[in-house]
Each structure stands twice: as C-alpha cells, then as structure tokens.
C-alpha cells in the first residue's frame, strides 16, 4: 500500500512570494490533515478536511493561508504572501477512521 | 483545551539499556486516546504505540511499552534493549473529540540519542 506523498520536499522562497504544498492521501482515506511544524516544537494542526469538506480550520491564518481538497482525494496548501515565521515543516496526514499516517513533509524557508 | 507535555528536550541511553521518555497531559474529555510517535531525520512521523484512555491494561509493542496513570495524567514511554535505530525525535499526543472529529494535540518532542 503506498503511503501519504508530499511534494516538493523542500522548498525555499523570499518573504512576501506565494508557495504551494501538495498532498496525496493513501487511497480510500477520507480524512486529510495539514500541520505546522516549527522547528523544535510539535505539529500543530491547520486545517482537517472530510472528504472535500472542512472539518476544522480555526488555526489556519486565513488572511495568507489557504487550502482545499478537490474530489475529496489530493489537497493543495497555499501560502500567499509568505512571511518569515512561515519557516516550518509541513505535514500531511490522512486517515480512515483511525490511525493517522503522516508523509515526509515538506520543508520551508523563508527568507 | 487540551494540553501535552514532555519536560525533558533531550535523552541518551547507551545501546541494549531501558530508557524511559516522560509525558502528562490535561483533558476534560472522558474519551480520548494517548500516543507515542518517532520522527527521525527523514521527518516521517511514525506511530510507535497508542493507548485508550478506557482500557487499564498499558499497551505494549515489541520493545516499546508504556505506564499509564490515568488519575496522574501521565503517559510514559519505555524503550528496551535500546539500538542505535530509535535514535529519533519523540512526541506524545493525544487524540481528543473536538468539532466532531478526532484531532491530535502534540507535545514539543524528546530528543533521544543512543550511545554506542
């Protein structure tokens, strides 16, 4: 079975520009998560989807952050326009009912 | 709102020893589940071994088991015979009902190094 794919894995931007995160859930999964994490701390959860809906989405900054989930399969995470605090890892995870499973991540400076 | 806490940044163990990562946390929820995950360098969040708040009996995967003191609020981790691959970051979580659905509330991580 393969697993939850994120691209790029890194990814490295001036302040200001717009940057996009995409996320492939392992199929049949109809819950997908976005997290933040900064360095030296744990994920935060941004924004959780049901299918192609929103589930929770009251920690995603929505004056730069925004997300969606066409079809209820693939998500997408914009940043626009990107400021230095943005600097994180960004996960996905997707699960069915139970255990979340994460991917690699997507690594992001801002610089 | 829910809280987790693991007060010690950084571990080290010498290979084939027992270490113990600690964790409480705080919830008014009476359904909830607890965590272990590892995240070595390649960034993957990999689950190590999950609790139910109901059930009394503290879990155990190969190695890795944990202590949980349900009225304490605590969660600990024990690794066993240590090597050189649990080398990794380690978040507790847990995972309480919220809009719904379940979501998961991380601590800051250990850092746990293995001596060889």
């Known amino acids: 079975e393969a697993g939850v794919a994120q691209s790029p894995r890194y990814k490295i931007i001036e302040k200001r520009q717009s940057v996009a995160f995409w996320c492939n859930p392992i199929?049949?999964?109809?819950?997908l998560y976005w997290y933040q994490q900064i360095l030296g701390q744990g994920p935060k959860l941004l924004i959780q989807?049901?299918?192609?809906?929103?589930?929770?989405d009251s920690q995603l900054p929505k004056d730069r952050f925004s997300a969606e989930r066409l079809k209820g399969v693939d998500s997408t995470l914009k940043i626009q326009p990107a400021k230095l605090e943005d600097s994180a890892v960004y996960l996905c995870?997707?699960?069915?009912?139970?255990?979340?499973?994460f991917g690699p991540g997507t690594r992001l400076t801002v610089l | 709102a829910q809280t987790v806490t693991q007060s010690q940044p950084e571990m080290s163990v010498q290979e084939a020893e027992t270490v113990t990562l600690s964790c409480t946390y705080d919830?008014?929820?009476?359904?909830?589940?607890l965590f272990w995950y590892k995240q070595p360098p390649s960034r993957q969040m990999i689950l190590v071994i999950r609790q139910e708040a109901y059930k009394q009996q503290n879990a155990t995967e190969n190695r890795f088991s944990v202590n949980f003191q349900k009225a304490a609020k605590s969660f600990s981790l024990k690794i066993s015979d240590s090597q050189l691959g649990d080398a990794a970051m380690y978040f507790c979580a847990g995972e309480y009902s919220g809009a719904g659905s379940y979501q998961l509330t991380f601590g800051k991580g250990t850092k746990l190094s293995v001596i060889p």
């Open positions: 995870a997707s699960s069915h009912g139970g255990e979340q499973f």
């Open positions: 989807f049901q299918n192609n809906g929103v589930v929770d």
């Open positions: 199929s049949g999964h109809a819950t």
């Open positions: 919830t008014s929820e009476s359904d909830y589940y």
